[in-house]
C-alpha cells in the first residue's frame, strides 16, 4: 500500500471535530472522495499531504508513519512522494510553463532521478495532457484556465510521485472540459508506479475511479 | 534558488526598486560625505608645504592659518614692516615672505607679496609653485594668477585688471585709477592659491596711496608716479609674514622668542598644529552628518524589511506552491534572507558607481565650487568595512520577515 489512513480525526479551533473514513490506496489505484462543502475533504487532504499535524488516528505513507516523522522528514516524504494539484491555488504567474512544472522535482533528489531528461520529460507530460511544447516558455499567466489546470497536472507528475492529491481541480471547468481533463489525467498517470487520490463534491466524477469514498457517510 | 529569487524579484519590480533606491541613496550620501571629508582632510595638509611658521598679530591662531593660508574670513590687525625687518635679522630664518590682505578681484582674494612667494611657498608636501604660462612679477604693475583665476575669467597673460578695495566688488571701491597687467598663470595647485590674484606689495601700496580709512582721498591719476621715491613705496605695515627656518629644532624656540617680540603683540603660529586643530573642530561637523547619513540608512533598512514582511503577505500563493511542492521552512527562510542581500548589494554596488562616477565627471567642477579634489577610487578599506557593516544590518533585520515565513504552517496558506 502506498497510502493507509486509520482512525483519523481532526478537531478544529472552534471544538468541532471530524472523523474521516479509512482509506487505504495501493499502486495504480484512483480514488474519489466526495462530500458536501465543509464535510472536511481539503482537511484530509492536508493531513495527508502533512500540511496539518495528525491529532487522532494514523496515517502511513510510502511505509513511514507520520507520527514518528519530524517536521523536516515530513517536508521530505511529500516531496519525494506527494504530487499535488490545488483548487484555485495553481501556478506561479512570473514563471514560465517550463519553470512551473520544473518545480515538482526541484526540492526532492529522488523525484528528480526519476527524469533522465527534463525537457523531454515535460514536453512529453504536456503532449499527453493536450499542450503543444510551443507553451514552454510562455508565462503562465498568459494561458487559458483549462491550459493552467494541465500545467499544474503536468507539475504534479512530473518525477512520478507515489501519490498525486488533487483538491477539486475541475471546480473551475465546464462539465465538458472537465470530463476531457479527467480523460487527459488517467492517461497521463502511470498506474505502474502511482496513486491518485481527488476530493470533489462532484459525485458524477465517480465513473472515472476505481474506489469512491463518501466522507459525510464515510461509505465506500 | 538565485534564478526563483531574481524571477520573484522581477516580478516586484517597482517596491523593490523604490526600496533599492532609497538605500542606495542614503548609501551615496554617506559615502559622499566620507569622500568628500577625505579630499578635504588632503586638501587641508597640502595647501601648505615649506612653511615652517607665520607670524601674525596676536589673535587666534586658527584665525591666523584661516585668512593666512585658506584666505577665509578678514584680517583684524596688521604687523608693522619694522617688526617683519626686526625678525628678518634673526639668524635662524632662512626666508621670511611677508604678505598683505584686504583687496579683492571679482571675488578672488588678491594677496600682495614678493618674488620670493613663488620660490619658497610650496603645497602638497614640497611641490614648488610653476608657472603654466609667464613668470613672477618684476615690475610693481604687475600681477599672477592662479590657475582658477585664468580659468574662470578667461585671464592670461597680457591681461589688465583692476583689484577692488575690500571684498565688496561695487564700482565706487574699484582701484580703478590704476591697473595692472598679468605677467603669469600658476599651475593648477588644488589649494586655496589657484583661487588669488598675486601682485607685488609696492604696487600695493600704490593703489593704497590715494585712500585714507577705506575711501578714496585722490585719483592716483593726479600724481606723477615716476616721481614717489621707493620709500614711499614701501608698505607700512603687513598683514601676516611665512617663515622658513634654518632647521626645524629651533621651531618651537623661535614661536617662543617671537611672542616675546617687545615692540608689537605678534605671535608665530605653526602651520602643522593649527591645521590639526581646525581639522578636528571641522571633524565635529563631519561627524554630524556622518550620524545624520546612519539614522538614513537605518530608516531605510527598516523600509526595507517593511517592504519584505508586506510582500510577504503577497506572496502567500508563491510561498504555499514551493512548501506544496518540497520546499522547507528553511529554504524560504533563506529566499527572503537573500533577497536582503540582494537588494543590499545591489544598492551598495549602486552607490560605489554613482558616486565613482560622479567623482570622475566631476572632479573639475567640485573642485571649482568646493575647492577639493576627491581621489578616483572605487572603493576603500574604510568604505568596504561601512557597507559590510550596512549589509549585515541588512542580513540581521531580514531575519525578522525570514522568522514569520519560517513559523508559518503550510496549512495557514493552503487554507
Request: charged fraction near 20%; aromatic fraction near 8%.
Amino acid at each position: 500500500m502506498i497510502l493507509t489512513t486509520k482512525d483519523l480525526g481532526y478537531t478544529y479551533q472552534n471544538g468541532e471535530t471530524i472523523n474521516f473514513p479509512n482509506v487505504a490506496l495501493d499502486v495504480g489505484k484512483k480514488v474519489l472522495i466526495v462530500g458536501y462543502s465543509g464535510s472536511g475533504k481539503t482537511t484530509l487532504l492536508n493531513l495527508i499531504a502533512g500540511a496539518l499535524k495528525v491529532q487522532q488516528g494514523e496515517i502511513t505513507l510510502a511505509e513511514k508513519n507520520y507520527s514518528s516523522l519530524s517536521s523536516g522528514q515530513l517536508d521530505k516524504i511529500r516531496a519525494d512522494n506527494i504530487g499535488y494539484i490545488f483548487q484555485t491555488l495553481n501556478l506561479i504567474p512570473f514563471l514560465s510553463v517550463m519553470e512551473n512544472i520544473e518545480l515538482g522535482v526541484r526540492f526532492s533528489k529522488n523525484r528528480r532521478s526519476n527524469v533522465s531528461d527534463l525537457t523531454q520529460e515535460i514536453v512529453r507530460l504536456l503532449t499527453s495532457l493536450g499542450l503543444s511544447k510551443k507553451v514552454l516558455d510562455t508565462p503562465v499567466n498568459r494561458l487559458s484556465i483549462g491550459q493552467q489546470q494541465r500545467v499544474a497536472v503536468a507539475r504534479a507528475l512530473l518525477g512520478q510521485p507515489a501519490l498525486v492529491l488533487a483538491d477539486e481541480p475541475t471546480s473551475a471547468l465546464d462539465k465538458e472540459s472537465a470530463k476531457n481533463f479527467l480523460n487527459e489525467l488517467s492517461t497521463t498517470f502511470d498506474t505502474s508506479k502511482q496513486a491518485l487520490l481527488m476530493v470533489s463534491h462532484d459525485l458524477s466524477l465517480a465513473p472515472y475511479f476505481d474506489q469512491v469514498i463518501d466522507i459525510t457517510n464515510k461509505n465506500v | 534558488m538565485f534564478k526563483l529569487l531574481i524571477k520573484s524579484v522581477c516580478s516586484r519590480l517597482l517596491p523593490v526598486s523604490l526600496v533599492i533606491i532609497t538605500l542606495m541613496a542614503s548609501m551615496v550620501l554617506l559615502l559622499s560625505i566620507e569622500r568628500i571629508q577625505k579630499a578635504t582632510e588632503i586638501g587641508f595638509n597640502q595647501s601648505i608645504s615649506g612653511v615652517d611658521a607665520i607670524i601674525g598679530p596676536r589673535s587666534s591662531s586658527l584665525e591666523l592659518v584661516l585668512y593666512t593660508v585658506f584666505h577665509l574670513g578678514r584680517p583684524t590687525n596688521n604687523i608693522t614692516m619694522k617688526t617683519i625687518d626686526d625678525i628678518k635679522q634673526r639668524k635662524d630664518i632662512e626666508y621670511l615672505v611677508p604678505i598683505a590682505l584686504g583687496d579683492s578681484h571679482q571675488g578672488f582674494r588678491v594677496i600682495a607679496t614678493e618674488q620670493d612667494y613663488f620660490k619658497y611657498i610650496k603645497y602638497s608636501s614640497g611641490k614648488s609653485l610653476y608657472f603654466s604660462d609667464g613668470q613672477a612679477f618684476n615690475e610693481i604693475s604687475d600681477a599672477v594668477i592662479g590657475a582658477d583665476v585664468a580659468k574662470k575669467l578667461n585671464y592670461q597673460v597680457g591681461t589688465k585688471i583692476h583689484i577692488s578695495h575690500g571684498s565688496s566688488q561695487t564700482v565706487s571701491k574699484k582701484h580703478d585709477d590704476f591697473s595692472f597687467e598679468v605677467t603669469g598663470v600658476l599651475e593648477k595647485t588644488g589649494t586655496p592659491i589657484d583661487q588669488a590674484v598675486f601682485v607685488d606689495l609696492k604696487g600695493y601700496e600704490l593703489i593704497h596711496l590715494g585712500w585714507q580709512s577705506g575711501t578714496k582721498i585722490f585719483n592716483l591719476k593726479q600724481l606723477d608716479l615716476s616721481t614717489l621715491s621707493q620709500e614711499e613705496l614701501t608698505p607700512k605695515t603687513v598683514t601676516a609674514a611665512f617663515v622658513g627656518l634654518k632647521s626645524k629644532l629651533t621651531l618651537f624656540r623661535f614661536a617662543a622668542n617671537v611672542k616675546k617680540y617687545p615692540n608689537e603683540a605678534i605671535s608665530a603660529v605653526i602651520p602643522g598644529i593649527a591645521l590639526s586643530e581646525l581639522w578636528s573642530m571641522v571633524g565635529i561637523v563631519d561627524q554630524g552628518f556622518e550620524l545624520l547619513s546612519w539614522i538614513i540608512i537605518v530608516i531605510s533598512l527598516i523600509a526595507m524589511v517593511s517592504l519584505i514582511i508586506s510582500s510577504i503577505d503577497n506572496r502567500k500563493r508563491e510561498m504555499t506552491i514551493y512548501r506544496a511542492n518540497g520546499a522547507t521552512p528553511m529554504y524560504l527562510s533563506t529566499l527572503v534572507v537573500l533577497e536582503a542581500v540582494f537588494i543590499g548589494l545591489t544598492a551598495i554596488i549602486g552607490a560605489i558607481v554613482f558616486v565613482t562616477l560622479v567623482t570622475y565627471l566631476a572632479t573639475e567642477q567640485l573642485n571649482l565650487i568646493l575647492g577639493i579634489t576627491p581621489e578616483f577610487d572605487w572603493v576603500s578599506w574604510n568604505e568596504a568595512k561601512v557597507f559590510a557593516i550596512i549589509l549585515l544590518a541588512g542580513i540581521l533585520s531580514s531575519l525578522v520577515p525570514a522568522i514569520i515565513v519560517f513559523k508559518k504552517n503550510l496549512h495557514h496558506t493552503l487554507s
